[in-house]
């Protein structure tokens, strides 16, 4: 993702918030605006319902313009969708990478109601503990996590990576995932897993 | 009622040695009396049956399928969210805080001030409001009207040290003296006897945590009796007495819980800021309050690794023998007190002496950062050695054993040049044809990891066979779960899938925070010694089954329990015992860990001399620790210590702007973590000379030499001491420059 999207996500939430008049987010309201927001509590602010399919269920929420698809996963659907992590809010890290119609996105630089009717698919959508993908399985065997902060994201991304290469390279695998940051240097394992993955599922 | 493992009959003979505690992540010493007697011990390190093999996680198929619940994920029925609101400025006092617009915004519950009126950072906490969702938390914190009487602040260290800079703290000098050893005529004296001296500044900036669950808590108060706090922290313990001072209640009625915690590093001790503020919203609503912090908050007020500025002259005579060294060191810890381990770290340099100094700047506090204070005086005393070597061109791995008492290193640094291939580099600094350098460099490091006798382990066998092990504990993603659960089950003849474990729980046993690799060393053996008493109650027990005289003869292997020729399985051994089933409660035994660590890294790296591009190639790192308790994460261990000290070398590094006195890179966006492109070939090794049986924290030792061997392998290649971490592309094309490699035109 480019630095763009994440401008672009900024000046959408801002017009959420107060209208297109007050449209960054780090502008501090006026008393006066503040009151014309009271005043409008049908506004912009009240949101609307959204239909989200996570992990082939159809749920619906509740939301604000404004809101993201990992904030609504996380924050207003209920039971929640936490799966997806919540680290930068910026598109910036991978923690909150989501399937959207089988394509990797940062959940964060996406809104809720862009994401509305298609599919979404999130790291407890491609396995469970019991029965986990060929990632996840190999992301336990190669000891690919630690914290395990930012292994769904990395496992979401790299199952939709080995779908569309199934052969990886080193260096191709790198590549794929180089939108995930690991804090306590998992690296080199992930790199394992992947390539693991995608022997064991072409054997 | 379990039955109760019985106190033994006469008082054991004792004796009294120190331990290391950890307050705040930073170790301090104390005396402790421990028994004389030892008991079992863990046996060779080599005839295990699960110990010392390579363990898969027990809560990886949880992490892995995104069904682990850290405390980012809590969500409670009422809850609110809470945000904090920061100071913009480097040094102000609040002269106002006018709330009445953000209040009136419809989901905003609350609205408090935090406590400190002067504020000496760009990022203090101000003001924290709860709102019904995190969107409206914003909001009103947009709407929230500070008046500031900006105050002269200060942020680079250099300017701090100025005849008439900006006081950091109002009572306080900018710069104080924490330490002086050894004798400043002698050292002085000493340098006579040099063949050649170096003398040099070696500089580290400051750097983040970067933990990806940010901190903060999930306070579930709502306004009875007693509480429930969901904290991310490294020390459950940590949490119940602050939160319970906050919330007015007795700590006994406030408990922590850590399920999983998304890093730490050093960073997570206590409630906090965020917590106490977290607290007080609760209070004030009555309701569930959730505060992380955003990932902003998370670079300008959660503190970071302590920066250092280090002055150091050392002499060298022809023949590799060190005769004398100067030191002069701050600590740049902001408005804190820093840290940094005394020079000249872990080498014998004759004559030394050296002088410690906290230096203040308008800065959040550095706090403890996995080995807090050893990075950097690592990477200065590394880069001086090498440059005495190269001066006097002598091999830098010779020198480092001539300078070395300890042999352990000196077996490690034979081991590790094996593997890099030491062999192959050019003792010409910059010798290599081409644009694209390579060089190789080498470092050495060393930490405690120490036990201490903080934790209480229960383990429960019952009569169906279950076997559990609990303890308050917390797993930061070192594994501590799945070696609590292989020491129960070796113990008793079990596979790992037959224990189940309990931690994160402050009602639990207690535990030691985790900090400075003290987490293994105290928990094994008390999980050890659990295990020990259980089974032999449960021996107890059996004894009359198996016709045996003594419970000690009898034998628990393969899922069996047997003694005499006769032999019962688990579980017919487990029908005999009371429904409730038998504990066994362990504690720390001194004789099961051990102190000390030894840890060596080298590195190969290429550079691009005519981009000043580093390219890490291929990093090894040996370590040893007594037993390895897991060997697939005492690996990933060593790994997860050389890319953070990669990061720390080459890209990372907090920017702060003079003028603003506010940190320009406070993101993911502009401060540059390692990434998957970067990754070299990385070959942990598990140093399986070292015989003790002993278990020792590793985690702190794996991230110290790094820094030096990459500093070190970019000289060998370019010829260019860059001084200065992270050694970013312009600093070596300027050491090319003044080192004439480079001319003005190229440049």
Known sequence: ?????????????????????????????????????????????????????????????????????LNAMRNHLDPAVTGPKLVCDMGTCGACTVLI?????????????????????????LGTPEKPNAVQAAFVEHDALMCGFCTPGFVTTISAYLKKNPNPSLAEVKEACKGNFCRCGTYPRVFEAALAAAKGSQA | MPQQAQPSPSPKPKKKIRVPRVVNGVEQMVEIEVDEDSGPGWGPNDKHTLLNKRMTRVDGPLKAAGAARYTYDQRLPGMLYGRILRCPHAHARVTRVDSNAASAIPGVKAIIQAPLKELRYAGAAVAAVAATSPEIAEDALRALKVTYEVLPHVVHAPDAIKPGAPKVIEQENNL??????????????????????????????????????????????????????????????????????????????????????????????????????????SKQTKAPVKLMLTRYDEFVMAGNRSGAWQKLKAGVKKDGTIVAMQARQYRLGGIGQGSQAGQPYIYTMGEAYREIYALHTNEDSAIAMRAP??????????????????????????????????????????????????????????????????????AVGIWGGAGNDQCKVDVTVSGDGAVLVAVGTQDLGTGT?????????????????????????????????????????????????????????????????????????????DKKVSAGGRSVTWQEACASLPAAGITGHGVWRSDLSSRGVHGVCFAEVEVDVETGHVKPIKMVHIQDGGLPLNRLTFESQ??????????????????????????????????????????????????????????????????????????????????????????????????????????????
Not at chain 2, 423 to 432: F, L, T
């Open chain 1, 1 to 69: 993702m480019s630095k763009h999207d994440a401008g672009r996500r900024k000046f959408l939430k801002g017009v959420g918030i107060a209208g297109a008049g007050a449209a960054i987010t780090d502008h501090l309201w006026t008393e006066a605006e503040a009151k014309e927001q009271q005043a409008k509590p049908n506004g912009m602010s009240r949101g609307g319902k959204v239909v989200l399919n996570v992990n082939g269920e159809e749920r619906t929420v509740e939301v604000e313009p404004r809101t993201t698809l």
């Open chain 1, 101 to 125: 119609d089988d394509k990797p996105v940062y959940s964060c630089l996406v809104l809720a109601v862009d994401a509305a009717n298609k599919k979404i698919t999130t790291a407890e959508g």
């Open chain 2, 176 to 281: 104080q003296q924490k330490a002086k050893n050894g004798d400043p005529q002698k050292a002085e004296a000493a340098f006579a006897g040099a063949d050649e001296i170096v003398e040099a500044e070696y500089i580290c900036a400051r750097v983040h945590h970067a933990c990806l669950e940010t901190h903060g808590m999930v306070v579930d108060y709502r306004g009875g009796n007693e509480a429930t706090i969901y904290a991310s922290t490294q020390g459950t313990f940590t949490i119940p007495a602050d939160a319970a001072k906050e919330l007015g209640l007795p700590q006994s009625a406030v408990t922590a819980s850590v399920e999983h915690m998304g890093g730490g590093f050093g960073s997570k001790f206590g409630i906090g800021i965020e917590g106490m503020l977290a607290c007080r919203l």
């Open chain 2, 373 to 442: 204070g050893h990075p950097q005086a690592s990477f200065a005393a590394e880069s001086l050695v090498d440059e005495l070597a190269y001066k006097i061109k002598m091999d830098p791995v010779a020198f480092r054993k001539k300078n070395l008492r300890d042999p352990v290193y000196h077996r490690q640094l034979d081991r590790a040049a094996q593997e890099i291939g030491w062999s192959r580099r050019n003792p010409v600094a910059g010798g290599n044809p081409g644009p694209l350098k390579r060089g190789l460099g080498c």
């Open chain 2, 481 to 557: 779960r799945t070696y609590m659960r292989a020491i129960v089950a070796e113990e008793f003849g079990l596979g790992v899938k037959d224990v189940q474990e309990r931690i994160g729980n402050s009602k639990l046993g207690g535990a030691n925070p985790s900090g400075g690799s003290t987490t293994s060393p105290s928990l094994a053996p008390s999980v050890k010694d659990a295990a020990i008493k259980t089974r032999l109650l449960l021996a107890q027990r059996v004894a009359s089954l198996l016709g045996a005289a003594k419970p000690e003869e009898i034998v628990f292997a």
């Open chain 2, 638 to 747: 060593i790994n997860g210590g050389m890319i953070q000290s990669l990061g720390q070398a080459l890209w990372e590094g907090r920017v702060m702007d003079a003028q603003l006195g506010i940190q320009l890179n406070p993101g993911f966006g502009d401060y540059k973590l390692p990434g998957t492109l970067e990754m070299p070939e990385m070959v942990p090794i598990i140093d399986d000379d070292d015989k003790r049986e002993a278990v020792i924290g590793i985690a702190e030792g794996c991230n110290i030499p790094s820094l030096g061997a990459l500093a070190n392998a970019v000289f060998n290649a370019t010829g260019v001491r860059v001084r200065e971490l992270p050694i970013t592309p312009d600093k070596i094309l300027m050491g090319l420059l003044s080192n004439g490699s480079l001319s003005r035109t190229q440049a």
